[in-house]
């Protein structure tokens, strides 16, 4: 397994560009499913994620096809199987999205569910409870969820949570069910959002995605779509707060600025510099950072898959700050790391009190998932002498070309090959 080394102390200086969006892009692959025409797909970013997902469609009979830097053709012609494999979905829970498609196209699905993740439970109660609604028998056998309907009938469902992989898997069952489907309480997320204008792209009839009702009147059938996907606001995020932390001046561009308001806010609120211009933003750091308190919450609030870096960020600050973390339990894994890198920080339920240190010390760390490596990644790039990350292979699921982009930011990382069993 890969290490990375990170010697810290160098302030990041230039422009780097955000990459396609992780989380829009993996429920718009499995979209393709709905129709037995051709689709092309731009701006996809290349991440193990991704690889997973097309595995995965694969599997089903989908094919795929690069045809550009970041361009994907993807048909799903023919359905020739239901089910999603425990072995892709252990993973990527996000394959549990094939779940909404493939009772819409073939009728009939067998998707593992993800079991437990290192940032908490994660239940799949809500997409079940969705699609059951729709009018379709649903199962749990052997570490599987089996569903089957002759026809999905629309239907009116309320979400218990605002959750995103529910509103996007019970959107994608009700484009071909027969009948007016509303989804209410719906997650607001600028992915939702995404995904409804794909499927608007293919024939369907979506409307209210991005408000916390979204109503879908069936359609008889779907056709090919091209869609290019939206920027990655949490790359974007990351970035801002990398430039932030080490003092550094960096343009990120292709920044989706109206999706980030209330990081902007934050950042702000320590002392950093942000300016948006020209779809993009300069963040300045440099000055004394001053401590915030913060909650994690539903878009728009403060995103969870943020929550590591901005931690990172507030061990520096002088001073006591907050974090609150409302959207998962068992999401603070990164800081007991940072503790071993000198943080100083008491954690009680879902708070995390951060008092700023002077300097955090490069030490021996381990990422145990994507949005924690990031933070690991940051305070490394701030500390001083050098950090070994281990199992910085969560990086790569969802961060696309993370070590060239910092690096031409003049951050010092390498990555080492580690022959120990993950
Ligand atoms: C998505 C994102 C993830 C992000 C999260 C919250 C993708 C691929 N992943 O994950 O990066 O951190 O949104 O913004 O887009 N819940 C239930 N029952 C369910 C489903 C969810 O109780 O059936 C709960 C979860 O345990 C959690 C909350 O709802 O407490 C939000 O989860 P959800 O929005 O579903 O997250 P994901 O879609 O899994």
């Not at 008889?220 to 080490?246: F, K, Q, W, Y």
Request: hydrophobic share 45%.
């Amino acid at each position: 397994m890969d290490k990375m080394i990170i010697h810290g102390g160098a302030p990041l200086k230039g422009a780097v560009t955000v990459s396609g969006s992780k989380n829009a892009t993996l429920p718009i692959l499995m979209a393709s499913l709905l129709t037995d025409e051709p689709c092309t797909i731009r701006n996809v970013p290349r991440l193990r994620d991704v690889n997973t997902a097309l595995a995965l469609l694969r599997g089903l009979g989908v094919q795929s096809e690069w045809t550009g830097d970041h361009a994907l053709a993807i048909h799903a012609e023919h359905v020739i199987s239901h089910e999603a494999p425990y072995e892709l979905v252990k993973t990527m829970r996000a394959s549990f999205f094939v779940l909404g498609p493939l009772l819409a196209r073939v009728r009939r699905a067998k998707v593992s569910t993800p079991g437990g993740c290192a940032i908490g439970a994660r239940p799949v109660n809500l997409h079940i409870i969705g699609i059951r609604a729709l009018g379709a028998r649903v199962q749990l056998r052997g570490g599987y969820v089996e569903a089957h309907a002759d026809q999905l009938r629309g239907a009116r469902i309320w979400l218990d949570a605002p959750s995103v992989g529910a509103t996007e898997n019970i959107m994608m069952a009700a484009v071909l069910a027969d009948g007016k489907t509303t989804i209410e309480n719906a997650a607001r997320e600028p992915e939702v959002q995404d995904l409804a204008k794909f499927l608007v792209a293919m024939g369907a009839n979506v409307r209210g995605a991005g408000t916390h009702v979204v109503e879908i009147e069936g359609v008889e059938r779907l056709h090919g779509a091209d869609h290019e996907m939206i920027p990655d606001r949490i790359e974007a995020g990351s970035l801002m707060v990398a430039a932030a932390i080490t003092g550094g001046d960096v343009s990120i561009r292709n920044v989706p600025v109206d999706q980030l308001e209330a990081v902007i806010v934050k950042l702000r609120e320590t002392g950093v510099s942000v300016i948006a211009a020209d779809g993009g933003v300069r963040v300045t750091g440099g000055g004394a950072l001053r401590p915030v308190e913060l909650r994690t919450l539903p878009y728009p609030g403060f995103p969870t898959d943020l929550q590591a870096q901005m931690m990172a960020l507030l061990t520096q600050a002088n001073g006591t700050s907050v974090i609150t973390e409302t959207i998962f339990e068992n999401r603070f894994m990164h800081a007991l790391e940072l503790m071993r890198m000198g943080a100083d920080i008491v954690m009680k339920g879902p708070t995390a009190v951060v008092r700023g240190v002077p300097r955090l010390q490069g030490a021996p760390v381990m990422a145990t998932d994507l949005r924690a490596s990031m933070g690991l990644i940051l305070a490394g790039l701030s500390a001083e002498n050098h950090t070994e990350i281990g199992r910085v292979y969560h990086l790569d699921r969802g961060y696309e070309a993370l070590d060239a982009k910092l690096s031409s930011l003049g951050a010092r990382i390498e990555r080492l090959k580690d022959s120990a069993p993950a």
